[in-house]
């Protein structure tokens, strides 16, 4: 009878987060849809040109396919790098040594840095190192790529080893203590019960790595600005530079708005459908 009572209340308690987010989500999203077919400087002044934005954004303007690459190989690297330190850290951080709760906290401090902040951190490190060799991180699109794949792991290894620590430590003691009477190799170990029982980690810090990744805005700003040519412009910076930097091409960075939703959206939704069935199989 109390589950029943509270259940008449649940619509109340819900009334303002729905209704929020419907104002402040669904109806920009829905009204941005509808900007990307339109040339517009304000939305009362828009004028409808159908797909001719979405045509504009990949025939007029190959910055927008430079963009696209250049975030997409940074994303790939980036996923590997991430998960692959953040998990060795897990696995070391969970053996039990002596300081393990300080060296957690240290890991885990650069995700807590602002991204404009970091990004001007790191410009003056990198910056200061290549100063002894004649250049800058704008000198070659390879010292921004590579740039911003360190600043990238610098400050996500440590938030997704804290996700790796809860998967290991999740992992039943006699299962363990079954793989070691059975004389298994610290290798078998880590690949036939370890990784498999972490699957759900994985899973999680995959998507977050790829989602930030391909969303990285204010660090790509920050370091590089796109230097040189914009050769090390990400999509992110892309969409504002040709917002806000181009006039009359407003509506074509809202279509490249809606065309960056849309690959994030899809290729997340892959993502999660393949590491999800490796957690069915384990």
């Known amino acids: 009878m109390e589950k029943k009572g509270m259940s008449r209340y649940f619509p109340i308690f819900v009334l303002p987060t729905l209704?929020?987010?419907?104002?402040?989500f669904i109806v920009p999203f829905l009204m941005g849809m509808g900007l990307s077919f339109t040339k517009f400087t304000t939305v009362t002044n828009a004028k409808f040109v159908g797909?001719?934005?979405?045509?504009?954004?990949?025939?007029?303007?190959?910055?927008?396919?430079?963009?696209?690459?250049?975030?997409?190989?940074?994303?790939?690297v980036s996923i590997v790098s991430v998960n692959f330190f953040a998990f060795a850290l897990a696995l070391l951080l969970t053996k039990?040594?002596?300081?393990?709760?300080?060296?957690?906290?240290?890991?885990?401090?650069?995700?807590?840095?602002?991204?404009?902040?970091?990004?001007?951190?790191?410009?003056?490190l990198i910056n200061g190192v290549l100063s002894k060799f004649g250049v800058d991180i704008t000198f070659e699109a390879k010292?921004?790529?590579?740039?911003?794949?360190?600043?990238?792991?610098w400050q996500l290894i440590g938030y997704m080893m804290v996700i790796y620590i809860a998967?290991?430590?999740?992992i039943p003691g006699d299962l363990m203590e079954a793989a070691a009477i059975d004389g298994a190799s610290a290798f078998t170990v880590l690949f036939k019960v370890k990784i498999p029982m972490v699957m759900p980690s994985i899973t999680i810090c995959t998507f977050l790595t790829l989602t930030n990744s391909f969303k990285l805005f204010d660090q790509n700003l920050a370091l590089t600005g796109g230097a040189?040519?914009?050769?090390?412009?990400?999509l992110a910076l892309n969409i504002y530079n040709t917002f806000y930097g181009r006039t009359g091409w407003q509506?074509?960075?809202?279509?490249?708005?809606?065309?960056?939703?849309?690959?994030?959206?899809?290729?997340?939704f892959i993502q999660l459908k393949v590491t999800n069935s490796r957690e069915v199989e384990s």
């Open 19 to 24: 209704l929020a987010f419907i104002f402040f």
């Open 51 to 76: 797909i001719g934005n979405y045509v504009k954004a990949f025939t007029f303007d190959n910055s927008f396919l430079h963009a696209l690459g250049f975030t997409s190989l940074f994303t790939v």
């Open 96 to 124: 039990g040594i002596k300081g393990t709760n300080f060296f957690r906290s240290v890991f885990f401090m650069p995700n807590l840095i602002g991204g404009i902040v970091l990004g001007y951190i790191w410009n003056l």
């Open 143 to 153: 010292y921004g790529f590579w740039g911003l794949v360190i600043l990238m792991n």
């Open 167 to 170: 998967g290991l430590q999740n």
């Open 228 to 234: 040189p040519e914009h050769s090390t412009e990400m």
């Open 251 to 268: 509506g074509v960075g809202q279509a490249k708005a809606v065309i960056f939703f849309i690959i994030v959206a899809v290729i997340a």
